[in-house]
């Protein structure tokens, strides 16, 4: 941007080779740091995330380059979106400048074409709003200080050096404007304060800038790998490399039955070291902005105990990174296990898997699968996990349910009410729907209610339909969730051979666990259905008129968010619009919803453990759908939500207020 290049040019002589020589060793430091961690990537377990390219990149254009979780947050959204795009536009300003250090005039032909001026501007709009960001986010950390974000005098100087990096772009500009070369707006509005200076004394104004600016930014660029704002480097790749999977979906380990007849004591299933994380795992490490989004609403985080995703991102990070030498050294394998000396048992086990976290992570940044393999490794290998759990298996294993319940009973709820077993249909075709009833629905009495109601429902509506009876095997989400992935893989087989054998194509169910698992996680088993929630299915008897709803329900309903309905599988509106179409119903929303709904804390196998840290989740839960919508009826859409939450009333003694399923209140309106 020099426009006379005889007078402004700040590397003359001497200077030349100073510049030269900063240049250099600032550049070979970083691409030296940068090495390193690359090389640890490349030491990482192996994982595939080149596929469906095409999505990868619209992906990263709408979340990376669009900011779309950024902007969500209404809060600091727009702040952090207007400092990453004026990045993305400085990259020019910051090219031109060191350009301009080996070839004063070098840029000249840019800044002197159309492009070139279209370019000033857009810079100039971005260099006052970045500095107006920058201001304000050291406002509101040093002032507001919000409960996520830890204070750190990283992201002061971080600040700082984005300020300068403003700051000095502005006074070559006024500098450039009164020499009369091409500025923008910035650089005219500005020259009014270098006006009677000479030209001998604004070159020095440029020059002296333009030092500041190109050292300031070779020290950035080395401040960023290992800290926490290297994320300035990776977030766009990590966005890139994003699990496609849908979110609800845990990958399979393969070959569990070899793996456990080998002689190696080092089994390879789930991860006890830092050796056993894949190279995603390690560049989410390097990702993390340690922004807190993750733990702000995360129900353990909110309920005192000790697992808060974000702490577990930066105590990983930190050991990654301290023990960088030994990992490249080949030396990783005698390292201490993470679990134990990293994170404690208890943040593996507190985790709910209501997948709060990851919604909120603006880079992406899966906890889930991680903690589910820290799971698999306690579990499987050391047969350490909490006892009450032992119970929830050996129920499952003998019963095919985690309360350990005969078996023969599992169809008991349906007594009388004329339901055809699969057994005893004599053609398949007649069957419009298979409904899985889920181990809820089958033995606990508030989830029978619900059966009773939704095959109800169906029966009014004329739906041919059918269940399994004693053939139905828990869907083995809990098993999977706390780690036991042997016991899982049985029961999805057993259940797949079952509903292959009568040829099932579609099923329904009240259960959203039994919904994501045999929806996402039976195909890799040869099971490929189309499986329907119930919500989804009422909602659809409504829309085809084959029931009506014609009875009030007068009273004021809060509809709560399952996890594995809502975050899982973007399951918000079917449930909602049946409640609206239910006359005298006033739909009333909690503060925490839809996306950002708080946890009930039975998912991930918490409903079989002991919550003996902290205060209650659903208590939490309760208190948060209380206070902020008054209902008098809280709906369920998951059995395992609706035993949380009524067992929320009763322990918390909260008084005029009921819960049931959305089943059970369109029962009543058709009635
Ligand atoms: S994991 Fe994501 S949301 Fe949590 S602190 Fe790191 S970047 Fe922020
Ligand atoms: S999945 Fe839920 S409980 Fe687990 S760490 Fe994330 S937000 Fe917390």
Same mark, same amino acid.
């Given at each position: 941007m020099n426009p006379t290049g005889e007078i402004l040019n700040p590397t003359q002589g001497a200077f030349f080779w100073v510049f030269v020589a900063v240049f250099v060793v600032g550049l070979l430091y970083f691409v030296n740091s940068i090495w390193g961690y690359y090389r640890l990537l490349k030491l990482a377990k192996p994982e595939d995330r080149f596929d469906r390219i095409g999505e990868r990149i619209k992906r990263m254009l709408l979340f990376a380059f669009g900011q779309k979780r950024i902007l969500s947050d209404a809060s600091t959204g727009l702040m952090h979106a207007f400092i990453f795009w004026g990045f993305c536009v400085l990259a020019i300003r910051t090219i031109s400048a060191f350009a301009e250090g080996f070839s004063a005039a070098s840029m000249d032909w840019f800044i002197n074409s159309t492009v070139g001026t279209v370019y000033l501007y857009t810079k100039d709009v971005f260099v006052i709003l970045v500095t107006i960001m920058v201001v304000y986010a050291a406002v509101r950390r040093a002032f507001i200080r919000p409960k996520r974000v830890d204070p750190s005098l990283e992201a002061y100087l971080v600040l700082l050096l984005i300020f300068i990096l403003m700051i000095t772009d502005m006074s070559m500009d006024a500098a450039t404007a009164v020499l009369g070369g091409k500025v923008a707006f910035t650089g005219r509005f500005l020259a009014g304060l270098v006006a009677g200076v000479s030209p001998h004394g604004l070159a020095l104004v440029y020059d002296i800038s333009w030092w500041i600016h190109v050292v300031t930014i070779l020290v950035f660029l080395n401040l960023l790998p290992g800290s926490k704002h290297f994320h300035v480097i990776t977030a766009i790749p990590n966005v890139f490399f994003q699990r496609l999977t849908p979110v609800g979906e845990i990958a399979n380990v393969d070959n569990l039955e070899e793996l456990f007849d080998t002689?190696?004591?080092?089994?390879?299933? @789930?991860? *006890? +070291?830092?050796?056993?994380?894949s190279w995603k795992q390690f560049m989410d490490l390097y990702t993390c902005t340690e922004c807190g989004r993750c733990h702000e609403f995360c129900p353990t985080f909110l309920t005192d105990k000790p697992l808060s995703p974000k702490r577990v991102n930066d105590e990983l990070k930190h050991f990654l990174y301290d023990h960088e030498k030994e990992l490249l050294a080949g030396k990783g394998d005698a390292l201490p296990t993470i679990i134990g000396s990293v994170l404690s048992e208890d943040e593996i086990w507190d985790?709910?898997?209501?997948g709060r976290c990851e919604e909120a992570c603006p880079v992406f940044i899966e906890n889930i699968p991680r903690i589910i393999d820290m799971r698999r490794k306690l579990v499987m290998v050391d047969a350490n996990f909490p006892s009450e759990l032992q119970q929830a298996f050996t129920g499952m294993e003998r019963n095919g349910n985690p309360w350990n319940? @005969?078996? *023969? +009973?599992?169809?008991?709820?349906?007594?009388?009410?004329g339901i055809p077993l699969m057994a005893e249909v004599?053609?398949?075709?007649?069957?419009d729907v298979l409904f899985w009833v889920g181990c809820a629905g089958s033995f606990d009495d508030k989830g029978k209610k619900i059966a009773i109601a939704f095959a109800k429902i169906m029966q009014k509506a004329g739906v041919k339909f059918a269940c399994l009876g004693?053939?139905?095997?828990?869907?083995g989400d809990h098993a999977r969730r706390a780690g036991e992935e042997y016991l899982y893989q049985t029961l999805a087989q057993q259940n797949v051979e079952v509903l292959n054998g009568y040829k099932v194509k579609k099923i329904v169910t009240i259960c959203p666990h039994g919904f994501n698992t045999m929806q996402h996680e039976y195909t890799e088993f040869g099971g490929a259905y189309q499986v329907i929630h119930h919500t989804e299915f009422i909602a659809e008897l409504l829309k085809e008129g084959k029931i009506t709803l014609n009875h009030e329900v007068t009273k004021k309903i809060t509809y709560h968010d399952s996890c594995y309905l809502?975050?899982?599988?973007?399951?918000?509106d079917a449930p909602r619009d049946v409640l609206k179409s239910i006359e005298g119903v006033e739909l009333k929303e909690a503060s925490l919803n839809r996306e950002k709904a708080l946890c009930c804390g039975a998912g991930g196998g918490r409903m079989f453990m002991e919550e003996d840290r902290g205060t209650r989740i659903n208590h939490k839960r309760l208190e948060n759908i209380m206070e902020t919508s008054t209902p008098e009826e809280i709906c369920t859409a998951c059995p395992f939500c609706m035993t949380m939450l009524s067992d929320a009333v009763n322990e918390t003694g909260v008084e005029n207020v009921t819960t049931r399923d959305l089943a059970e209140i369109v029962l009543e309106a058709m009635d």
């Open positions: 002689e190696d004591e080092n089994i390879p299933v @789930g991860i *006890s +070291k830092i050796t056993d994380f985790c709910t898997t209501c319940i @005969g078996m *023969s +009973k599992r169809f008991e709820w349906a007594e009388g009410l004599e053609n398949q075709d007649d069957i004693e053939e139905e095997m828990c869907c809502g975050r899982h599988n973007g399951i918000y």
